[in-house]
């Protein structure tokens, strides 16, 4: 695999998890803290999930397998 190829599925996979996981903390921390610190633990899963984005990948088929069988 190339690097650029892993290099795109790190970018979409990462900024898809950080607003994911920052719009969680809205809803777990309320509004003001949720934006106001909420960006911290998104950045940080953002950064993980994205460079461990191929067993996401995975992860997410076999739940979505799991749940529909």
Avoid: D, H, Q, R
């Amino acid at each position: 695999m190339k690097m650029e190829n892993y290099l795109i599925g790190v970018w979409i996979v990462g900024v898809l998890s950080f607003i994911c996981i920052w719009f969680y903390s809205f809803f777990a921390w309320g509004f003001l803290i949720g934006l106001i610190l909420g960006w911290l633990p998104a950045l940080i899963g953002g950064f993980l999930f994205g460079f461990l984005w191929p067993l996401v990948i995975i992860t997410l088929i076999a739940m979505i397998f799991l749940l529909f069988v």
